[in-house]
Protein backbone atom coordinates (compact mmCIF):
# COMPACT_ATOMS: atom_id res chain seq x y z
CA UNK A 1 0.00 0.00 0.00
CA UNK A 2 1.45 3.18 -0.96
CA UNK A 3 1.32 6.34 1.29
CA UNK A 4 1.57 8.40 -1.21
CA UNK A 5 4.95 9.47 -1.59
CA UNK A 6 6.48 6.08 -3.36
CA UNK A 7 6.75 4.22 0.14
CA UNK A 8 5.17 1.09 1.11
CA UNK A 9 2.78 1.46 3.98
CA UNK A 10 4.85 -1.32 5.80
CA UNK A 11 7.96 1.15 6.26
CA UNK A 12 9.78 -2.12 5.41
CA UNK A 13 12.15 -2.44 2.10
CA UNK A 14 10.89 -5.40 -0.29
CA UNK A 15 12.06 -8.85 0.45
CA UNK A 16 12.63 -8.50 3.91
CA UNK A 17 16.06 -5.72 3.49
CA UNK A 18 16.80 -3.57 6.31
CA UNK A 19 13.85 -0.62 7.14
CA UNK A 20 14.83 2.42 5.95
CA UNK A 21 14.22 5.43 8.55
CA UNK A 22 11.75 7.63 7.14
CA UNK A 23 12.12 10.63 5.24
CA UNK A 24 11.74 13.57 7.07
CA UNK A 25 11.50 16.95 4.71
CA UNK A 26 13.61 19.49 5.83
CA UNK A 27 12.33 23.00 6.28
CA UNK A 28 14.03 25.71 3.91
CA UNK A 29 16.16 27.45 6.54
CA UNK A 30 17.46 23.82 7.73
CA UNK A 31 17.88 22.63 4.11
CA UNK A 32 20.68 25.73 3.67
CA UNK A 33 22.11 25.27 7.12
CA UNK A 34 25.78 23.35 6.54
CA UNK A 35 26.01 19.77 7.62
CA UNK A 36 28.10 18.99 10.85
CA UNK A 37 31.19 17.72 10.14
CA UNK A 38 32.58 14.71 11.99
CA UNK A 39 35.13 15.27 14.56
CA UNK A 40 38.69 13.85 14.20
CA UNK A 41 39.58 11.19 17.36
CA UNK A 42 42.16 13.72 19.04
CA UNK A 43 44.94 11.65 21.58
CA UNK A 44 44.57 12.17 24.83
CA UNK A 45 46.45 13.72 26.79
CA UNK A 46 47.72 11.37 29.38
CA UNK A 47 49.22 9.47 25.61
CA UNK A 48 50.72 12.69 24.63
CA UNK A 49 52.62 12.91 28.29
CA UNK A 50 53.94 9.25 28.02
CA UNK A 51 55.57 9.92 24.76
CA UNK A 52 56.92 13.81 25.95
CA UNK A 53 58.64 11.98 29.05
CA UNK A 54 60.44 9.53 26.82
CA UNK A 55 61.70 11.95 24.68
CA UNK A 56 62.97 14.01 27.65
CA UNK A 57 64.53 10.88 29.35
CA UNK A 58 66.40 9.88 25.86
CA UNK A 59 67.87 13.59 25.78
CA UNK A 60 68.79 13.88 29.04
CA UNK A 61 70.23 10.60 28.96
CA UNK A 62 72.47 11.33 25.88
CA UNK A 63 73.06 15.15 27.60
CA UNK A 64 74.28 13.21 30.58
CA UNK A 65 76.69 10.34 28.48
CA UNK A 66 78.29 13.27 26.75
CA UNK A 67 79.51 14.65 29.97
CA UNK A 68 80.27 11.78 31.18
CA UNK A 69 82.22 10.69 28.27
CA UNK A 70 84.22 14.60 28.02
CA UNK A 71 84.88 14.14 31.48
CA UNK A 72 86.34 10.60 31.52
CA UNK A 73 88.31 12.04 28.16
CA UNK A 74 90.00 14.99 29.95
CA UNK A 75 90.79 12.14 33.27
CA UNK A 76 92.42 9.99 30.96
CA UNK A 77 94.76 12.57 28.93
CA UNK A 78 95.47 14.70 31.56
CA UNK A 79 96.57 10.95 33.89
CA UNK A 80 98.25 10.03 30.21
CA UNK A 81 100.39 13.47 30.37
CA UNK A 82 100.75 14.41 33.76
CA UNK A 83 104.18 13.17 36.42
CA UNK A 84 104.27 9.68 36.83
CA UNK A 85 104.93 7.79 40.31
CA UNK A 86 108.13 6.88 39.83
CA UNK A 87 110.31 8.58 42.18
CA UNK A 88 113.62 7.23 41.58
CA UNK A 89 114.99 6.87 37.91
CA UNK A 90 115.01 2.94 36.78
CA UNK A 91 115.34 0.72 33.20
CA UNK A 92 112.90 -0.67 32.04
CA UNK A 93 113.51 -3.32 29.54
CA UNK A 94 111.09 -4.35 26.70
CA UNK A 95 111.88 -8.04 25.24
CA UNK A 96 111.83 -8.82 21.66
CA UNK A 97 108.57 -9.77 20.05
CA UNK A 98 106.62 -8.13 23.76
CA UNK A 99 102.94 -6.63 22.81
CA UNK A 100 101.37 -3.31 24.03
CA UNK A 101 99.41 -5.02 26.42
CA UNK A 102 102.81 -6.61 28.14
CA UNK A 103 104.41 -3.79 27.95
CA UNK A 104 101.69 -1.55 29.51
CA UNK A 105 101.74 -4.54 32.43
CA UNK A 106 105.11 -4.24 33.11
CA UNK A 107 104.79 -0.86 33.13
CA UNK A 108 102.56 -0.62 36.14
CA UNK A 109 104.38 -3.47 37.91
CA UNK A 110 107.33 -1.44 37.94
CA UNK A 111 105.67 1.64 39.24
CA UNK A 112 106.17 3.78 35.81
CA UNK A 113 102.86 4.22 35.03
CA UNK A 114 100.01 4.81 37.17
CA UNK A 115 97.32 2.93 35.40
CA UNK A 116 98.34 0.07 32.59
CA UNK A 117 94.87 0.70 30.81
CA UNK A 118 95.29 4.12 30.49
CA UNK A 119 98.86 3.47 29.30
CA UNK A 120 97.62 0.81 26.87
CA UNK A 121 94.45 2.60 25.22
CA UNK A 122 96.30 5.88 24.54
CA UNK A 123 99.32 4.67 23.44
CA UNK A 124 97.41 2.14 20.72
CA UNK A 125 96.07 5.03 19.56
CA UNK A 126 99.44 7.28 18.85
CA UNK A 127 100.27 3.31 17.11
CA UNK A 128 98.11 3.89 14.59
CA UNK A 129 100.83 5.73 11.75
CA UNK A 130 102.55 2.36 11.87
CA UNK A 131 105.20 3.14 14.36
CA UNK A 132 106.13 0.69 17.54
CA UNK A 133 107.37 0.44 20.42
CA UNK A 134 110.82 -0.92 20.13
CA UNK A 135 112.63 -3.67 21.83
CA UNK A 136 115.54 -2.71 24.07
CA UNK A 137 116.45 -1.55 27.92
CA UNK A 138 115.51 2.16 28.61
CA UNK A 139 116.52 4.52 31.46
CA UNK A 140 113.05 6.27 32.41
CA UNK A 141 113.56 9.60 34.31
CA UNK A 142 111.66 10.26 37.88
CA UNK A 143 108.22 11.21 37.37
CA UNK A 144 108.39 10.40 33.86
CA UNK A 145 104.74 10.58 31.87
CA UNK A 146 102.89 8.23 30.37
CA UNK A 147 103.15 10.55 27.09
CA UNK A 148 107.16 10.58 28.14
CA UNK A 149 107.40 7.14 28.36
CA UNK A 150 105.42 6.52 25.72
CA UNK A 151 107.97 8.85 23.27
CA UNK A 152 110.97 7.03 24.75
CA UNK A 153 110.09 3.66 23.90
CA UNK A 154 109.04 4.52 20.55
CA UNK A 155 112.06 6.78 19.92
CA UNK A 156 114.02 3.05 20.34
CA UNK A 157 116.95 5.25 22.05
CA UNK A 158 117.98 2.44 24.40
CA UNK A 159 120.98 2.24 26.89
CA UNK A 160 123.71 1.14 24.90
CA UNK A 161 126.81 -0.73 26.25
CA UNK A 162 129.99 -1.71 24.23
CA UNK A 163 132.90 -4.38 23.59
CA UNK A 164 135.66 -3.63 22.39
CA UNK A 165 138.35 -5.82 20.60
CA UNK A 166 142.09 -4.18 20.09
CA UNK A 167 143.75 -4.95 16.12
CA UNK A 168 145.32 -8.18 16.11
CA UNK A 169 143.22 -10.35 18.03
CA UNK A 170 142.50 -13.49 16.22
CA UNK A 171 139.31 -14.58 15.96
CA UNK A 172 138.94 -17.22 18.79
CA UNK A 173 140.40 -14.63 20.96
CA UNK A 174 137.69 -12.17 19.88
CA UNK A 175 134.95 -15.06 20.29
CA UNK A 176 136.25 -15.33 24.07
CA UNK A 177 135.45 -11.92 24.70
CA UNK A 178 132.15 -11.96 23.37
CA UNK A 179 131.33 -15.34 25.44
CA UNK A 180 132.55 -13.31 28.83
CA UNK A 181 130.01 -10.30 28.04
CA UNK A 182 127.10 -11.20 30.30
CA UNK A 183 125.04 -8.10 28.79
CA UNK A 184 125.03 -10.26 25.41
CA UNK A 185 122.44 -13.05 24.73
CA UNK A 186 122.91 -16.05 22.73
CA UNK A 187 125.06 -18.77 21.50
CA UNK A 188 128.03 -17.41 19.15
CA UNK A 189 127.81 -19.43 15.64
CA UNK A 190 128.96 -23.18 15.77
CA UNK A 191 131.41 -22.81 13.23
CA UNK A 192 134.95 -19.97 13.30
CA UNK A 193 134.39 -17.08 10.60
CA UNK A 194 137.82 -17.41 8.84
CA UNK A 195 140.83 -15.61 10.65
CA UNK A 196 141.18 -11.87 10.07
CA UNK A 197 137.34 -11.34 8.51
CA UNK A 198 136.54 -9.63 11.95
CA UNK A 199 137.08 -5.65 12.39
CA UNK A 200 138.53 -4.49 15.71
CA UNK A 201 136.67 -1.83 16.69
CA UNK A 202 134.52 -0.98 20.20
CA UNK A 203 130.79 -1.72 19.19
CA UNK A 204 127.91 -0.45 21.24
CA UNK A 205 124.64 -2.30 21.15
CA UNK A 206 121.39 -2.33 23.88
CA UNK A 207 120.39 -5.02 25.83
CA UNK A 208 119.66 -8.55 24.86
CA UNK A 209 121.77 -8.45 21.59
CA UNK A 210 122.61 -11.43 20.54
CA UNK A 211 126.61 -12.54 20.03
CA UNK A 212 125.88 -13.47 16.35
CA UNK A 213 124.37 -10.05 15.93
CA UNK A 214 127.81 -8.19 16.91
CA UNK A 215 129.61 -10.98 14.99
CA UNK A 216 127.40 -10.46 11.72
CA UNK A 217 128.49 -6.32 12.35
CA UNK A 218 132.11 -6.86 12.45
CA UNK A 219 131.89 -9.14 9.42
CA UNK A 220 130.25 -6.50 7.61
CA UNK A 221 132.45 -3.56 8.85
CA UNK A 222 135.61 -5.44 7.67
CA UNK A 223 134.06 -6.16 4.77
CA UNK A 224 133.60 -2.71 3.92
CA UNK A 225 137.17 -1.54 5.15
CA UNK A 226 138.76 -3.81 2.94
CA UNK A 227 137.13 -3.02 -0.23
CA UNK A 228 137.31 0.67 0.44
CA UNK A 229 141.70 0.00 1.69
CA UNK A 230 141.87 -2.32 -1.86
CA UNK A 231 140.31 0.66 -3.95
CA UNK A 232 143.13 2.70 -3.79
CA UNK A 233 146.11 0.68 -3.27
CA UNK A 234 149.78 1.12 -4.86
CA UNK A 235 149.07 -0.57 -8.30
CA UNK A 236 152.47 -1.47 -7.94
CA UNK A 237 152.30 -3.76 -5.27
CA UNK A 238 153.07 -7.66 -5.31
CA UNK A 239 149.92 -8.32 -4.20
CA UNK A 240 147.24 -9.53 -6.12
CA UNK A 241 144.20 -10.38 -4.17
CA UNK A 242 142.33 -8.53 -1.29
CA UNK A 243 142.89 -11.89 0.92
CA UNK A 244 146.24 -11.28 -0.07
CA UNK A 245 146.73 -7.81 1.37
CA UNK A 246 144.60 -9.15 4.81
CA UNK A 247 147.38 -11.64 5.14
CA UNK A 248 150.15 -9.91 4.94
CA UNK A 249 148.25 -6.34 6.62
CA UNK A 250 148.21 -9.26 9.88
CA UNK A 251 151.79 -9.98 10.04
CA UNK A 252 152.31 -6.19 10.33
CA UNK A 253 149.84 -5.94 13.19
CA UNK A 254 151.50 -8.46 14.92
CA UNK A 255 155.09 -6.93 14.27
CA UNK A 256 154.23 -3.62 15.66
CA UNK A 257 151.78 -1.76 17.94
CA UNK A 258 153.04 1.47 16.79
CA UNK A 259 150.86 2.93 14.16
CA UNK A 260 153.95 5.10 12.97
CA UNK A 261 156.11 2.48 11.69
CA UNK A 262 153.63 -0.12 10.25
CA UNK A 263 154.05 1.58 6.82
CA UNK A 264 157.78 1.32 7.24
CA UNK A 265 157.50 -2.31 8.56
CA UNK A 266 154.74 -3.12 5.40
CA UNK A 267 157.78 -1.74 3.23
CA UNK A 268 160.13 -4.76 4.31
CA UNK A 269 157.78 -7.26 3.67
CA UNK A 270 156.85 -5.84 0.35
CA UNK A 271 160.65 -5.99 -0.22
CA UNK A 272 161.24 -9.00 0.20
CA UNK A 273 158.72 -10.78 -1.47
CA UNK A 274 159.62 -8.76 -4.74
CA UNK A 275 163.40 -9.98 -3.97
CA UNK A 276 161.69 -13.75 -3.55
CA UNK A 277 163.31 -13.81 0.13
CA UNK A 278 161.25 -15.46 2.62
CA UNK A 279 159.36 -12.99 5.06
CA UNK A 280 161.22 -14.61 8.50
CA UNK A 281 158.40 -13.30 10.98
CA UNK A 282 158.28 -14.44 14.53
CA UNK A 283 154.37 -13.76 14.61
CA UNK A 284 153.59 -16.58 11.90
CA UNK A 285 155.59 -18.68 13.39
CA UNK A 286 153.44 -18.94 17.21
CA UNK A 287 150.17 -18.90 14.82
CA UNK A 288 151.50 -21.95 13.42
CA UNK A 289 152.11 -23.36 16.23
CA UNK A 290 149.34 -22.40 18.82
CA UNK A 291 146.62 -21.19 16.10
CA UNK A 292 144.23 -18.43 17.19
CA UNK A 293 144.45 -19.45 21.00
CA UNK A 294 148.10 -17.52 21.03
CA UNK A 295 150.68 -18.24 22.63
CA UNK A 296 150.83 -18.71 26.65
CA UNK A 297 152.83 -15.58 28.31
CA UNK A 298 155.45 -17.56 29.57
CA UNK A 299 156.13 -19.54 26.75
CA UNK A 300 159.57 -18.54 25.06
CA UNK A 301 159.93 -18.46 21.13
CA UNK A 302 162.71 -21.44 21.03
CA UNK A 303 165.59 -21.71 18.15
CA UNK A 304 163.99 -24.74 17.39
CA UNK A 305 161.03 -23.37 16.66
CA UNK A 306 162.21 -22.10 13.68
CA UNK A 307 162.94 -25.25 12.28
CA UNK A 308 159.53 -26.40 13.11
CA UNK A 309 157.46 -26.91 9.32
CA UNK A 310 153.81 -25.69 10.33
CA UNK A 311 152.13 -24.12 6.89
CA UNK A 312 152.46 -20.30 8.78
CA UNK A 313 156.56 -20.75 9.19
CA UNK A 314 157.55 -18.04 7.25
CA UNK A 315 161.20 -19.12 8.04
CA UNK A 316 160.78 -21.94 5.88
CA UNK A 317 157.94 -21.90 2.97
CA UNK A 318 158.39 -18.60 0.90
CA UNK A 319 155.63 -16.18 0.17
CA UNK A 320 152.80 -15.63 2.19
CA UNK A 321 151.44 -17.56 4.92
CA UNK A 322 147.90 -19.71 3.87
CA UNK A 323 145.54 -17.41 5.88
CA UNK A 324 145.64 -14.74 8.14
CA UNK A 325 147.08 -14.87 11.39
CA UNK A 326 144.87 -12.53 13.21
CA UNK A 327 142.36 -9.42 12.45
CA UNK A 328 144.13 -6.24 11.12
CA UNK A 329 142.85 -2.73 11.66
CA UNK A 330 142.47 -0.06 9.06
CA UNK A 331 146.13 1.55 9.88
CA UNK A 332 147.35 -2.29 9.02
CA UNK A 333 145.64 -2.49 6.02
CA UNK A 334 147.02 1.03 4.59
CA UNK A 335 150.17 0.38 5.98
CA UNK A 336 150.26 -2.53 3.18
CA UNK A 337 148.21 -0.90 0.48
CA UNK A 338 150.82 2.20 0.55
CA UNK A 339 153.71 1.58 1.82
CA UNK A 340 156.67 3.37 1.95
CA UNK A 341 159.42 3.30 -0.44
CA UNK A 342 162.46 1.98 1.32
CA UNK A 343 165.39 -0.19 0.43
CA UNK A 344 165.20 -2.03 3.69
CA UNK A 345 164.75 -6.02 4.22
CA UNK A 346 165.65 -5.88 7.72
CA UNK A 347 164.48 -4.59 11.16
CA UNK A 348 164.75 -5.43 15.20
CA UNK A 349 163.61 -4.44 18.35
CA UNK A 350 165.18 -1.38 19.25
CA UNK A 351 164.46 -2.41 23.37
CA UNK A 352 162.17 0.82 23.78
CA UNK A 353 159.17 -0.49 21.95
CA UNK A 354 160.10 0.31 18.32
CA UNK A 355 162.16 -1.25 15.78
CA UNK A 356 165.73 -0.30 14.03
CA UNK A 357 165.55 -0.76 9.90
CA UNK A 358 168.42 -2.05 7.59
CA UNK A 359 169.02 -2.63 4.09
CA UNK A 360 171.92 -5.09 4.42
CA UNK A 361 172.82 -7.98 6.08
CA UNK A 362 175.47 -6.19 7.88
CA UNK A 363 173.66 -3.27 8.98
CA UNK A 364 171.36 -5.70 10.45
CA UNK A 365 173.27 -7.84 12.46
CA UNK A 366 175.18 -5.11 14.17
CA UNK A 367 171.83 -3.99 15.04
CA UNK A 368 170.59 -7.49 16.60
CA UNK A 369 173.91 -7.27 18.48
CA UNK A 370 173.16 -3.95 20.16
CA UNK A 371 169.40 -5.33 20.93
CA UNK A 372 171.12 -8.26 22.49
CA UNK A 373 173.56 -6.11 24.40
CA UNK A 374 170.42 -3.59 25.80
CA UNK A 375 168.27 -7.02 26.37
CA UNK A 376 171.36 -8.00 28.31
CA UNK A 377 171.58 -5.10 30.62
CA UNK A 378 167.97 -4.33 31.24
CA UNK A 379 168.39 -8.33 32.32
CA UNK A 380 171.15 -7.59 33.97
CA UNK A 381 169.02 -4.28 35.90
CA UNK A 382 165.95 -6.79 37.18
CA UNK A 383 168.62 -8.93 38.49
CA UNK A 384 170.25 -6.49 40.51
CA UNK A 385 166.85 -5.54 41.62
CA UNK A 386 165.32 -8.56 42.32
CA UNK A 387 168.49 -8.83 44.70
CA UNK A 388 168.20 -5.89 46.15
CA UNK A 389 164.68 -6.42 47.43
CA UNK A 390 165.46 -9.95 48.86
CA UNK A 391 168.24 -8.38 50.74
CA UNK A 392 165.78 -6.19 51.99
CA UNK A 393 163.48 -8.17 53.26
CA UNK A 394 165.82 -10.36 54.71
CA UNK A 395 167.19 -7.34 56.54
CA UNK A 396 163.47 -6.86 58.51
Known amino acids: MSDGYGNSGSGYGRGGQTPREPFIPKSPSDA??????????????????????FLNFVMSMMVILCIAGVAVFYYVIST???????????????????????????????????????????TATH????STLKAGEYEIKAHDSMMEVMELLKSGKSILYSISFPEGLTVAQMFDRLRADETLTGDLPAILPPEGSLMPDTYKFSKATSREEIVAQMRAAQTRLVDDVWS????????????????????????TGRA???????????????????????PTIIYGLFGGEGKPSDRPIYQSDLKKSTPYNTY?????????????????????????????LYFVADGTGGHVFAATLEEHNANVRRWRKVEENKLKE???QANGDAADTTGQ
Not at 41 to 50: D, I, P
Not at 232 to 255: C, W
Open 316 to 344: IIKGLPPTPIANPGRAALEAVANPWKTSD
Open 127 to 130: LRDG
Open 260 to 282: DERPHVASVFINRLQKGMRLQSD
Open 232 to 255: HRDPDLPIKTKEELVILASIVEKE
Open 32 to 53: LRPEKVPEVQKRSKKARSQFVI
Open 80 to 122: FEQPGPLAVNTTFSVRNGAGLAEIARDLERKGIVEDARIFRYV
Open 382 to 384: EAE
